[in-house]
């Protein structure tokens, strides 16, 4: 339960908070009379004396609210805002975080690569356009690819590639038939802006997006066969590292039909080499949740994995994510024995003990 002197602090913290924010508005509403500007004159009228006014000291004094119930009231909302916390916190970690059900259809996990074109206003905004890609995230051999598309004929343009961090430009070139296609470079930095000008004929303006681009660091060459092994069916990779690093893995989980299960993540390091193997885990919770236990009455049911990240991550500052490649885009796994998974619910982590543990006494 939370102390007596805890509750106190979060509620002074509140009340000088909201004391801060009321003269911050009453700043704002200060008359504009008393900003200086360069632009506009005003000339104050001359002083005149006012005529004297009687003031009624008998005005009704404002009602000042009890503070054991503002305390009380404070109290009531962090208790319940902890609860809803808390209750939140229950339903992520009954599944591992190795083993996450997917039950949103506009999941990010479904499409980790999408680049999101946003049009934007041209001409002083009377038309709109916008560039369109494939993708966000390019790997060297890739060819890169877009288009620049728009309500208006696009007349003639031209683009450059731009390194984010020195502004030193990569490439250049025409965009013809409002498209581009770019042999990319091994070299070439993780962070580039394509930036495309373009002639409307009732105008020109320019356009830009952010991509980013990597040189492969590690290749999925094969999905070994999968085991139930306690709770968890245990989906061997075998890759080939480029570079050495801590490494991690993100594939999503789905039926013969192309229903998504779950998303699986595992996290190793990895010295550079060939055949080396990293394990992603299904937990048996993401077949209940998926109603797919009765597996062993569908014995053609099968499984895939697709929507493969391999990311070698930071490890210093200064050192930017780099990506991996896969031999293939999904790769079959056939059925699971998941009749012999046994039925043992997932095991808190003595932090993610600890974590709910504190909400709760936080919301006590």
Known sequence: MMQPKWRIVVILLCIVTGALCLLGLLWLQ????????NTINIKKPAQTS???????????SKTVNNPNTITHHLSDTLDREFAAIASAYVSQVRYPAYSQPITNPDSVYLDPNRFSPTPVPILDGKHSASLQLPKYRFSFPDTLSFRLVSDLPLLSGQYSLIDIDTQAELDSGLIENGGVQIETNASWPTDIRIVAKADFGEGSDTLTADIQFSNPVARLNDVLASYPDGSDIVIPLSLTIYESGIYRVRAVLFTGQSTPVAVLTARQTLEQGENSEITLKAHREVFVAASLLNIQNQPDQRFSLGRLVIERMSSRPGQKAAFGTSRREDWPLGPLALSDLSDEPHQLSDSEKKRLEFLNQMAN
């Open 30 to 37: 200060k008359p504009t009379a008393d900003i200086q500007t």
């Open 50 to 60: 006012m005529p004297d006014v009687a003031v009624n000291n008998s005005l009704p």
